[in-house]
């Protein structure tokens, strides 16, 4: 199956896809340092660099999938919060490439703030848009009066295209991404191939890992780390392994282990020896603050982030049982997103961790693609009740 991947950035969803097998049409992206990226690993004859208002929709063949993350600052916990009011909201154009192409489903990733109660009119306007692509506004009436006409489309003449679109709040450490990373994914599939999307069972869980750190002790086991170099039990988690005993008993949760910072790094060489490899620099300067006391190492790593003043010290740094502190290098922090060791990010330092933090983490791209690519090959079942947040108009 083929897919157009707008928003690209360095290429995270985009790997995660081409891993569940689906071919890549085009990439659309603006960015010049994450097109740079791009080049070295896709087929850069099929990279368009610049603004998607510019994007030839209509040269495009059939797609089955469209995927890419808009960009998020609108949305962002961190950012100015002004939504639809941010000239930087990409929906509408991630809107115009469904509607243009009708592809057989698309997958679109956000940040956690898309579902803030602030944004819930238009976070709806946006579900409905997607759900409804042909609709489109009458000429010089804003996107409230439209949501209007769009909550009312039952009582409308709609014969154009339609998705059933469904939403989730996923941490990508439920999935074996070593880092508790929320992120808002949107689905949807074309109404008329009567697909029944669920998103994917989860794998991991904290559970387990407490389960193999404090009760079997597996944990510490596998990684060959003594007693007088483990971190003690945090209190707050101690009532949690108590219940877990009381739960479980003598048998263990069937999920896998979240994936730690000791996990994700296994077989990398410290950054301060003599080791070769280009991308696994040692930087300097790393120190902690108030609300930013690093990633520790036997954890899944706090969300890595892009920031807007190059790299955040306490997201982006590990911490060991002994307080101490450093800066993840460019290689580890793409372990931590799970791409590939030989996928390459261009740029400084700075820079190529602000690719990366943008990034979807690549092995939660190929899950959901995985899972996308069977229900459409399968191109039916029924539809599972429990799906979270579905919509139907």
């Known amino acids: 199956m083929k897919s157009l991947e707008i928003f690209s950035g360095a290429g995270g969803l985009a790997k995660g896809l081409e891993l569940a097998g689906f071919q890549?049409?085009?990439?659309?992206?603006?960015?010049?340092?994450?097109?740079?990226?791009?080049?070295?690993?896709?087929?850069?004859?099929?990279?368009?660099?610049?603004?998607?208002?510019?994007?030839?929709?209509?040269?495009?063949?059939?797609?089955?999938?469209?995927?890419?993350?808009?960009?998020?600052?609108?949305?962002?916990?961190?950012?100015?919060?002004?939504?639809?009011?941010?000239?930087?909201?990409?929906?509408?154009?991630?809107?115009?490439a469904i509607e243009r192409l009708t592809p057989k489903a698309f997958v679109f990733e956000n940040v956690k703030g898309l579902l803030r109660a602030s944004f819930a009119d238009y976070f709806e306007y946006i579900i409905l848009r997607l759900t409804y692509p042909g609709f489109v506004a009458k000429p010089d009436i804003g996107w409230k009066e439209h949501l209007s006409d769009l909550r009312s489309i039952g009582q409308l003449s709609y014969a154009g295209t339609k998705y059933d679109v469904s939403f989730k709040l996923i941490n990508a450490a439920n999935y074996g991404v070593p880092q508790t990373r929320e992120r808002v994914v949107i689905v949807g599939t074309r109404a008329d191939l009567g697909v029944s999307w669920s998103f994917p069972v989860e794998t991991h869980s904290e559970n387990r890992l407490l389960w193999e750190m404090y009760v079997s002790g597996e944990?510490?086991?596998?990684?060959?780390?003594?007693?007088?170099?483990?971190?003690?039990?945090?209190?707050?988690?101690?009532?949690?392994?108590?219940?877990?005993?009381?739960?479980?008993g003598m048998f263990e949760p069937q999920q896998l282990p979240w994936r730690t910072v000791r996990d994700a790094l296994h077989g990398i060489p410290d950054p301060q020896s003599q080791h070769g490899i280009d991308d696994h620099v040692f930087h300097d300067g790393a120190r902690t603050y108030p609300g930013h006391t690093g990633s520790d190492i036997d954890w899944p790593a706090k969300t890595i982030k892009a920031g807007g003043h190059g790299v955040p010290g306490g997201e982006n740094m590990i911490r060991y049982p002994d307080g101490s502190v450093r800066y993840f290098t460019v290689r580890e922090a793409k372990r931590i997103q799970t791409f590939p060791d030989n996928f390459v990010i261009k740029g400084a330092w700075g820079e190529a961790m602000r690719q990366i933090g943008n990034a979807v983490p690549v092995l939660l791209g190929e899950t959901i693609g995985r899972e996308l690519a069977g229900r459409l090959g399968a191109r039916g079942g029924s539809v599972d009740a429990r799906q979270p947040c579905r919509i139907r108009l």
């Open 219 to 248: 944990y510490w086991k596998r990684h060959q780390v003594s007693k007088s170099e483990r971190a003690p039990i945090a209190e707050s988690l101690q009532e949690k392994v108590a219940r877990l005993k009381e739960k479980y």
């Open 24 to 96: 890549h049409s085009a990439f659309v992206e603006f960015n010049k340092h994450a097109c740079a990226s791009l080049y070295e690993n896709f087929d850069a004859k099929k990279i368009f660099f610049g603004d998607i208002k510019n994007f030839d929709f209509g040269a495009m063949g059939e797609v089955d999938v469209v995927a890419g993350g808009p960009p998020c600052q609108p949305f962002s916990l961190g950012g100015k919060h002004q939504a639809d009011q941010d000239s930087r909201d990409m929906f509408p154009y991630a809107i115009r």
